[in-house]
């Protein structure tokens, strides 16, 4: 009987790592590397599967969704995807991955694919019921945690993907599940990515789709400077809020250190204003890991 491994990259750090500890805790194993493109990552994504590529080396392959997000736009009546209407997860990642390994199912064969989903995250990943995937979890079998993770990329040579200097998720430039200061910081990154995710969400609107990107906000108010400068300024405020809370915490321990630096707070509570004390969101497993 055939049997595959296969295991997908996102272009985040989660994924990469676990290719890494793979590599290396199974050299045998004839892994497939895949990464499903929607044609609309971030030009760092690429950067990054490339190095992850030398390093690995084998090839990941570049799974083609076939048709793009305009052509999948337009079938759903130009609604924008949102949260409740996830429908580019499952047209252009889902399905393409699906499509590639349902002739191994189809013949009788076994598809096993590894998932990055960690021994400190409490949610599930892609479960693969319907396509007769079988999923296994290594980082949750052997106790990886965040820690595990950012050490294996380290040890590595790889290190983490650069856009998580100013964003700390991978998928599209456009991704409804990125928080305002995420949009602010993709338009000072990358001004001509936020001018197209503005003109997709002018088409939809001018179709009547009832979602914007971003809640309750359309991206050509929210790249007003007016605008700009007080979402950075609310962010501030919450990370310091954040900052003063795990020190409330901390100081619980009676071997607390009133002279902790904020990095080494970071460090302990893995801080970030956009996710709380903890990264661990309601956001898409299959698109950012
Ligand atoms: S990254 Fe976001 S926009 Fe892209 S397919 Fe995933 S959920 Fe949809």
Request: aromatic residues 12%; contains cysteine.
């Amino acid at each position: 009987m055939v049997e595959r491994y296969v295991l997908g990259l996102s272009g985040g750090r989660d994924s990469a790592a676990l290719a890494v500890f793979m590599r290396d805790r199974y050299p045998d194993l004839p892994i497939e590397y895949f990464f499903t493109d929607t044609g609309s990552e971030l030009p760092e994504v690429y950067t990054y599967l490339d190095r992850l590529e030398a390093l690995l080396g084998r090839p990941i392959l570049r799974l083609d969704p076939g048709r793009d997000f305009l052509f999948w736009l337009r079938e759903y009546n130009h609604f924008l995807p949102s949260v409740q209407q996830r429908w580019c997860t499952r047209q252009m990642k889902l399905r393409p991955f699906e499509r590639w390994v349902r002739p191994t199912i189809d013949a009788g064969g076994r598809v096993i694919a590894f998932v990055a989903i960690r021994a400190d995250e409490d949610r599930a990943g892609y479960k693969g019921e319907t396509s007769g995937v079988e999923v296994r979890l290594p980082f949750r079998d052997h106790g990886i945690d965040k820690a595990g993770v950012i050490r294996l990329l380290k040890d590595s040579g790889v290190g983490m993907p650069a856009y998580y200097r100013w964003r700390s998720r991978s998928g599209c430039t456009f991704c409804f599940f990125q928080q305002k200061i995420e949009w602010v910081r993709l338009l000072r990154e990358h001004p001509e990515k936020y001018e197209e995710a503005r003109l997709l969400e002018k088409t939809a609107i001018d179709h009547g789709s009832p979602y914007t990107w971003s809640d309750d906000e359309s991206l050509e108010a929210m790249a007003d400077p007016d605008r700009i400068a007080e979402i950075e300024a609310e962010y501030e405020k919450r990370l310091e809020r954040l900052k003063v809370a795990a020190r409330a915490k901390l100081r619980r321990n009676p071997y607390f250190d009133e002279n902790i630096s904020d990095g080494e707070l970071d460090d302990l509570f893995d801080i970030d204003a956009v996710y709380g004390l903890s990264e661990v969101s309601s956001s898409c497993v299959v698109c950012h890991k």
